[in-house]
């Protein structure tokens, strides 16, 4: 009688972060019957929007910002407030019973022959077949090397430590930064009782309405997105002039490059939950960039000076991917991964990575669309293996 030995045991698919990205990949491969554990640094899912400040809502739709296999509540209404998020994607991992892994950090990740090695919290070593990097375009807050930033004191605070304005009330408030961000925390400042609110600029954004006559900026995003950069720049520019209102008064002329170059530069357009208006009301205040502080001053580009209160830097992230992976040559000059989704770097068969672009049709929905691209590509591999006599996942 023969017998065959058992197959040795299968090497699960890792996913290194539990927000939407990894979520939404675990459960498309749970789908395909692929094992796939989700391994996360925080306590619970989530753990970007659970630190969030309390206005924010997403700026997509509900019905285009679902994860695979589950829609968002109508009672979350179309935009979807911070909370409703988080309750959604716990509901998602208990819905797709996924496999999460708190308090599990990954500091390195290493190939192993046909493996990958993870190095972990508590000197754990746990080999994959495949790995998906999910640890978020926010990752790790940024600020310039400003001249004298270290002798400012507690006064400057990076926007990550934002919640709402109840702290500011009554004080001379400068924030730092024209993107969403910051365009959304010096409104909600403007509204909740700040004396003064100045923005500091630098480059001057694209500002488009979320909705225009009931149709949503993402919509056109989703439209546009595999046009001619030309032609999308044309388009936007006409449809600045119909939609938005010339600020240049207020210091915050029309953008100089077109909204598709920008947006191939990393910049996506503000949307306009409140500005616009706390601009036009005088409530929020156009300064220079700023340049550095001195003698407890915050210097602006224009040479002049201010002294407000506290200044809020709402002046981004880094991806923070170095670390973890900058020795296996996947990154770009920006460091970020030089291929996402579906596709893996050459040198690095079986990594994959998402969430790590900024796409003007919706952060949400794109990931949602990798997650189907990347288990349909992991579980055919695994096909591919099982045929050839090798276990993949």
């Not at 580009?301 to 407000?308: K, L, T």
């Not at 020795?327 to 596709?343: Q, W």
């Not at 990347?374 to 006599?389: F, L, P, Q, V």
Request: positive net charge; glycine residues 12%.
């Amino acid at each position: 009688m023969v017998t065959t030995p058992p197959a040795p045991p299968l090497h699960p698919v890792y996913v290194i972060g539990g927000g939407p990205g990894g979520l939404a990949v675990a459960a498309a491969l749970r789908a395909r019957g692929v094992r796939a554990v989700v391994l996360e640094k925080s306590d619970a899912v989530g753990a970007s929007w659970r630190a969030h400040y309390d206005r924010l809502r997403l700026h997509t739709t509900r019905r285009l910002s679902a994860l695979p296999g589950l829609k968002m509540p109508r009672s979350f209404g179309r935009w979807v407030a911070r909370a409703d998020v988080v309750r959604y994607l716990e509901t998602y991992a208990e819905k797709h019973e996924l496999e999460v892994v708190t308090g599990v950090e990954v500091h390195r990740i290493e190939r192993s022959g046909a493996d990958w090695v993870l190095h972990a919290t508590g000197g754990r070593l746990l080999t994959g077949r495949a790995v998906v990097v999910a640890t978020g375009y926010n990752h790790t807050p940024h600020l310039p090397e400003w001249p004298g930033l270290h002798e400012y004191g507690e006064r400057l605070t990076h926007a990550r430590a934002y919640r709402a304005p109840g702290p500011y009330e009554g004080k001379d408030v400068l924030v730092v930064g024209v993107g969403n961000t910051g365009a959304e925390i010096a409104a909600d400042l403007a509204g909740g009782g700040a004396a003064r609110v100045r923005l500091a600029v630098r480059t001057v954004p694209h500002i488009v309405r979320r909705t225009t006559l009931g149709w949503p900026a993402q919509r056109s995003g989703i439209l546009v997105r595999r046009l001619p950069v030309f032609l999308v720049d044309r388009m936007g520019a006409l449809l600045a002039r119909f939609a938005a209102p010339d600020l240049s008064a207020y210091g915050l002329p029309r953008p100089d490059k077109g909204l598709a170059t920008r947006q191939r530069e990393g910049a996506i357009p503000v949307q306009d939950v409140g500005l616009i208006d706390a601009v036009r009301a005088g409530k929020v205040e156009i300064v220079a960039a700023v340049e550095g502080f001195e003698d407890g001053e915050v210097v602006l580009a224009d040479g002049s000076r201010i002294a407000p209160d506290a200044v809020i830097a709402a002046t981004g992230y880094r991806r923070a991917l170095e670390p973890l992976l900058g020795h296996l040559d996947v990154l770009d000059g920006r460091g970020l991964p030089v291929a996402h989704g579906a596709r893996s770097p050459r040198e690095a068969p079986g990594l994959y990575f998402t969430g790590f672009t900024n796409p003007i049709s919706g952060m949400f929905r794109e990931l949602a669309m990798d997650a189907e691209r990347i288990a349909r590509r992991i579980a055919r591999s695994r096909g591919t293996a099982r045929r050839n006599g090798r276990e993949l996942v």
